[in-house]
Every structure is written in C-alpha cells, then in structure tokens.
C-alpha cells in the first residue's frame, strides 16, 4: 500500500471529517427538536441516528479502525479493544432501533417516534456525543 494512503474508502475524508459531521448533524437536532418548524419527527429521528453514527465512525477511524457494522450499537460493540462503555450505552441504542427494523425479510414501516420520544433520542445522541468526545484516540483538528 502507497504510504500515507488511508484505510478508509474517501482518501480526503479523515476521522474528523466524520465527526465533526456528526458534530453538526447532532446541533441541528436539537435545535429542531425543540423547535420545529417545518420538520417533522421523521426527519428528526433520522438525522438523530445520522449523528450518532457519524460520531462513532469517527471515533473508530480515530483508531484507524473500519468498523464492518453499520448499526450504532454494532459499531460501539466492535470498539471494545479501544475504549470500555456499560450496558447504559447499549440500552440506548436499542431504544433507537424500536423504531426501525433492520434486515427483517418483510418491509416494515418505521415507527414515528412522539415528541417525548424524539427528545429522549436526541438526549441519548448527547450521551454519544460525550462518549466519543472522551474517548477520541485523535485530537480535533
């Protein structure tokens, strides 16, 4: 491999890319989610799951490390050689995916999260946000 070729697909991206991404995408939410004005909890929840997936891709390719997982939990579970994290961190990402069935063989439409339900989501991206703030192997550049 050529060196300093990245690990990761997009050469110009790096980890901080990512993350500060999901940095923004995470501002945004709450901001809407106490405020909303033409978005409707939908959008809200799937920019929500957009942040905190964001946020932990970067803080595994801080490690230099592709995750093979997609989900939010499957990433924070394959960084387990980098970082340590309790159940709490996995309860929440379960309560994202009761919204959404992932690889079910019948089409499934999402489940709308309600207003309390969207503010406990986005409080839980907050609760991403830390983990990955404390355990960034990288410091934003």
Do not use: H
């Amino acid at each position: 491999m050529a060196e300093g070729l990245k690990f990761w697909q997009d050469e110009e991206k790096t980890w901080d890319f990512y993350y500060k991404e999901g940095l923004s995408y995470l501002k945004t939410c709450k901001s809407i989610s106490v405020n909303k004005k033409k978005f409707d909890n939908e959008f809200i929840y799937n920019l929500a799951v957009l942040a905190g997936e964001r946020l932990v891709l970067g803080l595994l390719l801080s490690y230099d490390y592709i995750p093979s997982a997609t989900s939010l939990s499957g990433m924070i579970q394959e960084g387990k050689e980098f970082y340590e994290y309790d159940d709490s961190i996995l309860e929440g990402a379960r309560f994202v995916n009761k919204f959404q069935f992932f690889c079910s063989l019948e089409v499934v439409p999402l489940k709308v999260p309600n207003d309390e339900e969207i503010l406990k989501l986005v409080g839980y991206m907050e609760t991403i946000q830390a983990f990955t703030d404390k355990n960034l192997n990288k410091k934003l550049v």
